[in-house]
Every structure is written in structure tokens, then in C-alpha cells.
């Protein structure tokens, strides 16, 4: 009969035997059969790959979490999240980023917050990556996210993921200059100095 003996400070000792060597409850240092330790190396590495699989579901929820923290605190919901300003913030999470048929015009056109629940399903995360930090139109404060880190935006795509598709596509871009069919919020500045002289002087 054997039993294992730590080798120095307790190295090579893997699946209950030593890889080095194995010793008799006599003393007596005995050859390691090859085909032993082969099984035994295997052993535990299935056994740590089951360990590391178990954790997982545990790190996806922790993420979803970081994303829903970072949209609720990030302003998204101002725009993309129909009421979500006017109600303070008190709309359902099953509502939450399915767009706004209400546009926003300016010099740029007319934009509307498009439905993030939609758009989202259909992108790998790298492109959501290389979406994210690119330029948009106004009123999209995209630097914001050109700046996040890539942790933060993968969580970010993490949590609209989990929510699932909800809401219909939002109109399209109008240019400037065209007939808006929508309700749509003036995005310009008002009483100007400019504007001021030029009331001044009638």
C-alpha cells in the first residue's frame, strides 16, 4: 500500500500522488507509473475546467449588473427611453432604450434616439465596440462613449442583450432643409446676443 509525501515545500503533488515520487508506508521510495500520473494530471484538470465553468453564469450576471447601473446613470434613458426625463426616471426596466418616435432637429436635420433593443441583437461585440466610438449626430453625446472603457461598454452591451428586442424601429433621419412628419423638439439656442441686437435695432 502506498501514500503520498510532500517533495520540499509541498510540490508535486497532484490527483493524491506525488509526480516525483511515491514511498512505501515502509519508507521504501518506489518509481511513479507514467500511465498514474497521466490519469491523474487529467483528473484535475477536468476538475478545475468544471470549476471555472461553474463560475461563469455568477460573472455574466455581475456584468449585465454593471450594465444596467451604467445606462441608468449615464443619461442614456434621456433620450432613448420614451417619458424616462418627465416621469424622473420612473419607467419600467421593460421599457427602458426602445426609442423615441419624438425627434430632436437642428442644424444637423432631424434625429431620432433610435431603439437600442433592436438595433443591439443584430451586433457582435466587436461591432458594437467600433459603433460606439464612432462620431454621430447631435444630440448623441458620443464622446461619452468613445471615452468609456472597453470593460464598461461590453457591459453596456451585455445588459441590452439580456433585456431582449422590444418596440418598434424608429424613423429615419430627416436632412435639414426637409419636411419633418413627426413631433419633434427644436434644438436650438434661443435669444442669442446676436438675436438680441437684431430685436434691439427694429
Given at each position: 500500500?502506498?501514500?503520498?509525501?510532500?517533495?520540499g515545500?509541498?510540490?508535486?503533488?497532484v490527483?493524491?500522488?506525488?509526480?516525483h515520487?511515491?514511498?512505501?508506508?515502509?519508507?521504501?521510495?518506489?518509481?511513479?507509473?507514467?500511465?498514474?500520473?497521466k490519469?491523474a494530471?487529467t483528473?484535475?484538470?477536468?476538475?478545475?475546467?468544471?470549476?471555472?465553468?461553474t463560475a461563469?453564469?455568477?460573472?455574466?450576471?455581475?456584468?449585465?449588473e454593471r450594465g444596467r447601473?451604467?445606462?441608468?446613470?449615464?443619461?442614456c434613458?434621456?433620450?432613448?427611453?420614451?417619458?424616462?426625463?418627465?416621469?424622473?426616471?420612473?419607467v419600467?426596466?421593460?421599457?427602458?432604450?426602445?426609442?423615441?418616435?419624438?425627434?430632436?432637429?437642428?442644424?444637423?436635420?432631424t434625429?431620432y434616439?433610435?431603439?437600442l433593443?433592436?438595433?443591439?441583437?443584430?451586433?457582435?461585440?466587436q461591432?458594437?465596440?467600433e459603433k460606439?466610438?464612432a462620431?454621430m449626430?447631435?444630440p448623441?453625446p458620443?464622446?461619452?462613449l468613445r471615452?468609456?472603457k472597453?470593460?464598461?461598454l461590453?457591459?453596456?452591451?451585455a445588459?441590452?442583450?439580456?433585456?431582449?428586442?422590444?418596440?418598434d424601429?424608429?424613423?429615419?433621419?430627416?436632412?435639414p432643409?426637409?419636411?419633418v412628419?413627426?413631433?419633434?423638439y427644436e434644438?436650438?439656442?434661443?435669444?442669442?446676443?446676436?438675436m438680441?441686437?437684431?430685436?434691439?435695432?427694429?
Open positions: 500500500m502506498y501514500r503520498h509525501r510532500y517533495i515545500n509541498g510540490t508535486g503533488i490527483g493524491g500522488y506525488s509526480i515520487q511515491l514511498y512505501s508506508e515502509h519508507g521504501e521510495e518506489k518509481s511513479v507509473n507514467p500511465v498514474r500520473i490519469s494530471v483528473a484535475t484538470l477536468i476538475f478545475s475546467l468544471s470549476m471555472t465553468l461563469g453564469p455568477d460573472e455574466d450576471r455581475q456584468q449585465v447601473y451604467l445606462i441608468a446613470t449615464s443619461g434613458n434621456d433620450c432613448h427611453t420614451p417619458g424616462y426625463p418627465e416621469s424622473g426616471g420612473k419600467p426596466r421593460s421599457e427602458w432604450l426602445t426609442g423615441n418616435p419624438v425627434g430632436f432637429e437642428g442644424p444637423w436635420g434625429t434616439p433610435s431603439n433593443r433592436i438595433k443591439m441583437q443584430g451586433w457582435t461585440e461591432q458594437w465596440l460606439a466610438r462620431p449626430r447631435p448623441m458620443w464622446f461619452s471615452d468609456m472597453d470593460d464598461d461590453l457591459a453596456i452591451y445588459f441590452v442583450r439580456d433585456m431582449g428586442p422590444s418596440g424601429a424608429t424613423p429615419a433621419y430627416v436632412p432643409g426637409q419636411k412628419n413627426t413631433p419633434y434644438f436650438m439656442p434661443k435669444n442669442l446676443p446676436v438680441q441686437a437684431a430685436n434691439a435695432s427694429r
